[in-house]
T-cell receptor, first 113, second 113 residues
Framework: DAKTTQPTSMDCAEGRAANLPCNHS???????VYWYRQIHSQGPQYIIH???NNETNEMASLIITEDRKSSTLILPHATLRDTAVYYC??????????????FGTGTLLAVQP | EPEVTQTPSHQVTQMGQEVILRCVPI?????FYWYRQILGQKVEFLVS????????KSEIFDDQFSVERPDGSNFTLKIRSTKLEDSAMYFC???????????FGDGTRLSIL
């Protein structure tokens, strides 16, 4: 699985959009980008995933650059409950040899009142 | 929304004792996983399980660890003789098929004394 690079931490004002970047410059053609988050003392929570098209669901939007070397997770109206560590993970969804998720250190998003 | 449930939420055990951590995956899911997170560290993959057998395991998952699906609903992780370094949060996850996201429980905090 390709490696990802994320900022260690970010701040965001409550009610504003939170834009979390992820660099995955070595991503291969069949690898998807997945985003999870981990609120303190809870298990990782799936947010969204995509291959090359932009994706949106009830939680967030995922913007993937045309060359697929980076992506941005957008929380359109951040609330205090969105304070969490956000993980960007790339993997082949039908993993073949492996289905495991490899977690990095993620980005600690602190939503400020 | 269906969710993965784990029991107990906190387990305290003497070193050398056996411990069993229990998980009830989402009912129509076929793939099951255990991860762990030592305090302050990354979430680490332990093992994946499909069709009543282990499909992949990490270096952490040595002979002291075992998994079982004893009935149609439970998925368990057993540590045969616990060590101090086994103290961690243990997360169970499940997915419908390999190309669908994994959904996590809120974990069991295992404390070895």
């Amino acid at each position: 699985d390709a490696k990802t690079t994320q900022p260690t931490s970010m701040d965001c004002a409550e009610g504003r959009a939170a834009n979390l970047p992820c660099n995955h410059s070595t991503i291969s053609g069949n690898e998807y980008v997945y985003w999870y988050r981990q609120i303190h003392s809870q298990g990782p929570q799936y947010i969204i995933h995509g291959l090359k098209n932009n994706e949106t669901n009830e939680m967030a939007s995922l913007i993937i650059t045309e060359d697929r070397k980076s992506s941005t997770l957008i929380l359109p109206h951040a609330t205090l409950r969105d304070t969490a560590v956000y993980y960007c993970i790339v993997r082949v969804p039908d993993g073949g040899a492996t289905n495991k998720l490899i977690f990095g250190t993620g980005t600690l998003l602190a939503v400020q009142p | 929304e269906p969710e993965v449930t784990q029991t107990p939420s906190h387990q305290v055990t003497q070193m050398g004792q056996e411990v069993i951590l229990r998980c009830v995956p989402i009912s129509n899911h076929l793939y099951f996983y255990w991860y762990r997170q030592i305090l302050g560290q990354k979430v680490e993959f332990l093992v994946s399980f499909y069709n009543n057998e282990i499909s992949e395991k990490s270096e952490i998952f040595d002979d002291q660890f075992s998994v079982e699906r004893p009935d149609g609903s439970n998925f368990t992780l057993k540590i045969r003789s616990t060590k101090l370094e086994d103290s961690a949060m243990y997360f169970c996850a499940s997915s419908e098929v390999t190309n669908q996201p994994q959904h996590f429980g809120d974990g069991t905090r295992l404390s070895i004394l």
